[in-house]
């Protein structure tokens, strides 16, 4: 089992940053993709940014290129998302997930752990 548990979320202004972390403990795997999506309300769960863990691999949603970056830090096995430049769209919830196979999947039925989220409040 993996346990994943995210913090850094908030309500900030349009225009404004966060940084949300996740932080990974329990069974580790050789390759694996660690990944954060967001769910708005009403919405489907959709994906943000991932990164492919031994490669250093990262890889982004088009509604965020540019704004946000994806990073890790191995010896605290921490993930990272800073966000800058953020907009009233981008309220949601936001999760952290890992998938076991490494893939680099997109897609959220891949993902085999999942933290509790924390929430993104961006205000006009």
């Known amino acids: 089992q993996v346990q994943l548990v995210e913090s850094g979320g908030g309500l900030v202004q349009a225009g404004g940053s966060l940084r949300l972390s996740c932080v990974a403990s329990g069974r580790t795997f050789s390759s694996y993709t660690m990944a954060w999506f967001r769910q708005a309300p009403g919405k489907e769960r959709e994906f943000v940014a991932g990164i492919i863990w031994s490669r250093d691999s990262t890889y982004y949603a088009d509604s965020v290129k540019g704004r946000f970056t994806i990073s890790r830090d191995g010896a605290k096995n921490t993930a990272y998302l800073q966000m800058n430049s953020l907009r009233p769209e981008d309220t949601a919830v936001y999760y952290c997930?890992?998938?076991?196979?490494?893939?680099?999947?997109?897609?959220?039925?891949?993902?085999?752990?999942w933290g509790q989220g924390t929430q993104v409040t961006v205000s006009s």
């Open positions: 997930a890992v998938e076991q196979a490494g893939w680099g999947s997109q897609k959220p039925a891949t993902y085999d752990y």
